[in-house]
């Protein structure tokens, strides 16, 4: 470095330190700021510390859960709990000088689970706001009649809150939508017939509501977009539509848990992008049309009214399945007639209440990963004592013909019903209680009743 280029560095330092110094000490807009800590003042408990780091004069930009994309306005909040961890909540209510908070662009509440009041009203006062998640608080009341005033909204997800009674008809003003997520809430009435106008919509989940009558037919505008449709665990009623047929994406259908009746639409078979079909616990009929899914890796088509009499060949050729629930269709094969193109990629395996015979034996020889196999209340007949368990952790046989002892290996297990069944001998040591093991021909050993030492002493020298 010669004289002149030392001379240089040292002016630059002077110039720049102070610039330095700026960005170290920046403050982020008093608005934002006074808007964050009032939001903080209504929050009465925080026993896992969610906002500790939220202290006046400091840097909100660099607060937990607060994002300022460009300068010194707050675009992001995301304050989140844990779904899993009891002790992350806040207790307290929503400030409404949230709506300080002026260039807020994307708000994500979720598990803060103590929150109460209703449907924000600050959220009007946002212009700039585009993705709003309120999840798993406990909101509560109708949502406003002109919340299709936030038109310029682009996710609307409410998921786990208590909101109560229709969908506001004004909805169908929020034309940017690509998400709305009504799931898990207590809203009621017919859905109204709003998605004309909102062609974008690629995510709709309404499922765990108390919704009734038939989908409207304006659903059938979301043809080009729509990717997942979950209406489950409503009182849904009619025959599934046929136009879903022609949405292109549809890769979600949950249909699950209502009154749907009548058949399956043969233009099924063009949903060729099928991911996650769940028609379970409706009232569907025969035929089930063959399908064209080799992305299929979910499929529940448990308690209809199907008798398909053997698992479908197109379902046996699945590529990869991760989890097949078929309890209650109908089926009376053989399981050592099933030899499915991919045992190794199955994960669970439901095939209850069925009158399926035979035995599991080469099925789960080669079903690798399988984690839990339900099969109660069929006719499987096989010698238990020659059962191979690898991987397995639930193993659900009860009532059915199995026969034999059982092996050591089940105490490996950590779900077991082998209730009801011709099973005999004395049991290894489990944890398993007596119920798992009731009903059988001569089973013995804890936790059933001791077994008879006198009669097997007698027949010992034979
Ligand atoms: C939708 O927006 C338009 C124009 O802003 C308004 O006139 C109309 O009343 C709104 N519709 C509903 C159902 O709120
Ligand atoms: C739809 O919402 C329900 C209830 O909140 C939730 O359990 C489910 O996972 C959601 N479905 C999809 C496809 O995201
Ligand atoms: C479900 O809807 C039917 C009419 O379609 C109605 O008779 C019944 O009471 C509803 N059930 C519940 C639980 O809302
Ligand atoms: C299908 O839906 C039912 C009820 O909504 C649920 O219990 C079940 O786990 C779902 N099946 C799959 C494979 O996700
Ligand atoms: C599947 O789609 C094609 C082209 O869109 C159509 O011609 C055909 O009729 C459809 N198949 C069924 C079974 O509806
Ligand atoms: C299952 O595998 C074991 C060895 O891993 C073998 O002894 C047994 O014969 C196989 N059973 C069937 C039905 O393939
Ligand atoms: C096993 O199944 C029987 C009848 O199907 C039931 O009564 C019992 O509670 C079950 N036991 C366990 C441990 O799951």
New binding site residues.
Partial sequence: MNSCSFILFIFATIIFLPCLRTTEAASCHPDDEAGLLAFKSGITRDPSGILSSWKKGTYCCSWKGVTCETGNRVTLLSVEGYSDADETFLSGTISPSLAKLEHLNEIYFSNIKNIKGSFPQYLFKLPMLKYVYIQNIRLSGPLPTNIGALSQLEHLDLQGNHFTGPIPISISNLTQLTRLNLGGNRFSSTIPNIFKSIKELGYLNLSGNRFSGELPPSIASLARNLWALSVSQNNLSGTIP?YL??FKLLSVLDLSKNRYSGVV??????LTRLYDLNLSQNRLTNPF?PLDVSSMRYLDLSYNKFSMTTIPQWVTMLPIINSLKLAKCGIKMSLDDWKPAAPSSYDVIDLSENEISGSPAWFLNHTIFLREFWASRNKLRFDMGKLTLENIRTLDLSRNLVFGMVPATIAGLQNLNLSYNHLCGKLPTTKFPASAFAGNDCLCGSPLSPCKPLRQKKRSPK
């Fill in positions: 046929n047929s022609r639409p043969t233009s099924f078979t063009n049309p």
